[in-house]
T-cell receptor
Framework: DTAVSQTPKYLVTQMGNDKSIKCEQNLGHDTMYWYKQDSKKFLKIMFS???????INETVPNRFSPKSPDKAHLNLHINSLELGDSAVYFC??????????????FGPGTRLLVL | RKEVEQDPGPFNVPEGATVAFNCTYSNSASQSFFWYRQDCRKEPKLLMSVYSSGNEDGRFTAQLNRASQYISLLIRDSKLSDSATYLCVIRNTGGFKTIFGAGTRLFVKA
């Protein structure tokens, strides 16, 4: 049973294209995240949704648009792809509580290469 | 100053060695602290949370020093399977924002 799944696992596309990455979690968590890990392996938060509401939106170009149709899903749509978008994109989920000690569970990542 | 800083390494140690990593953070209001582990081309996974009083899980010991704003991870009796990148993770007060350090690379050799 996969707790956090992402599709596709690999994505190779041309500059200027529009693509989507899907994420689903079956853990019953109320919070989901998108992270970007670049070539230097630095993992940076992009977005966070809590109960389908956007609560974190870091300084990400507006070409990136997250969408959460329900608590179990958080998709990421990217318009007009650029070379610098090449990275590994990780989805994660957690269950929030009052002490903010919650573990984040990550999906396997989507390796995006823009040519 | 970066919000979370780690020595990137790599740390090259023989099997059985003891190795320690430190991580400093800049926001004194930081609330929760964790160590995650990331294997090559894999997703990060929680290794352990870091509690104020320090905590131990088998060969791993984590400590928090709020006064000096750092956390540490000690690995005793290193195994080949400990080879990975260790990520220091901070959550700040009042938000869902989680900040990852750039990671410390560990190689354990036979």
């Amino acid at each position: 049973d996969t707790a956090v799944s992402q599709t596709p696992k690999y994505l190779v596309t041309q500059m200027g294209n529009d693509k989507s990455i899907k994420c689903e979690q079956n853990l019953g968590h109320d919070t989901m995240y998108w992270y970007k890990q670049d070539s230097k392996k630095f993992l940076k938060i992009m977005f966070s949704y809590n109960n389908k509401e956007l609560i974190i939106n870091e300084t990400v170009p507006n070409r990136f648009s997250p969408k959460s149709p329900d608590k179990a899903h958080l998709n990421l749509h990217i318009n007009s792809l650029e070379l610098g978008d090449s990275a590994v994109y990780f989805c994660a989920s957690s269950q929030e509580g009052d002490r903010a000690r919650e573990t984040q569970y990550f999906g396997p990542g989507t390796r995006l290469l823009v040519l | 100053r970066k919000e979370v800083e780690q020595d990137p390494g790599p740390f090259n140690v023989p099997e059985g060695a003891t190795v320690a990593f430190n991580c400093t953070y800049s926001n004194s209001a930081s609330q929760s602290f964790f160590w995650y582990r990331q294997d090559c081309r894999k997703e990060p996974k929680l290794l352990m949370s870091v509690y104020s009083s320090g905590n131990e899980d088998g060969r791993f010991t984590a400590q928090l020093n709020r006064a000096s704003q750092y956390i540490s991870l000690l690995i005793r009796d290193s195994k080949l399977s400990d080879s990975a990148t260790y990520l220091c993770v901070i959550r700040n007060t009042g938000g869902f924002k989680t900040i990852f350090g750039a990671g410390t690379r560990l190689f354990v050799k036979a």
